[in-house]
């Protein structure tokens, strides 16, 4: 509103020079007539330019409260991801995932691939996890999370998990989730 007053008043003035102008200018006997179209044209300018100023504050004011919105909604995205981590469904397959971190040094990468190929729940497990992460991947690739706050919370648990199955993940996903899966922990790996 102070910009509105601000221009108001400098409008009003540059109005005033106008029509003492036009007063000066104009043939003897039409100096009123004169003035009093250059106030009114002056006046009628005045509202155009409130109203296109008025315009711009609206916009710029909108524009603030659209940012605030998209922050706020990743946010609110970031801490979806926390809480779907932590959903019954994939909490219950990530025990197949331990289970196999307890071992995974013991055993070579054929003997795990000939588990997780005999074990339905461990592959189970796997694809549901690993499906979790591809989501994680394109949340951030897509501008749709907080990046920090994901990275801080699951950074070095995907890392890890990454790390133990990259050879399940190089033979059975497919190439689009092998590529993000891959581009997640490059991003995360430092």
Request: proline share 1%; net charge neutral.
């Amino acid at each position: 509103m102070p910009k509105i007053k601000i221009i108001s008043f400098l409008w009003l003035a540059l109005g005033l020079f106008a029509s003492i102008s036009a007063y000066k200018s104009a043939v003897a006997g039409n100096e009123i007539v004169e003035t009093i179209k250059m106030a009114l044209l002056m006046l009628g300018g005045l509202g155009v330019v409130i109203a296109i100023v008025y315009q711009a504050e609206s916009l710029v004011e909108n524009s603030k409260q659209i940012n605030s919105k998209i922050n706020f909604d990743k946010v609110e995205n970031s801490f979806q991801l926390l809480k779907d981590w932590d959903n019954p469904s994939l909490l219950e397959a990530r025990k197949f995932t331990r289970n196999i971190k307890k071992k995974r040094e013991q055993i070579s990468n054929e003997e795990l691939l000939a588990e997780i190929e005999n074990t339905n729940e461990l592959e189970h497990s796997l694809v549901m996890t690993f499906n979790f992460w591809e989501q994680v991947y394109l949340s951030i690739s897509n501008e749709r999370v907080e990046k920090i706050v994901v990275q801080k919370a699951f950074s070095s648990v995907y890392c890890d998990m990454y790390k133990r199955f990259e050879v399940w993940i190089e033979k059975s996903c497919s190439t689009d989730t092998k590529l993000a899966l891959k581009s997640l922990h490059e991003m995360w790996k430092s």
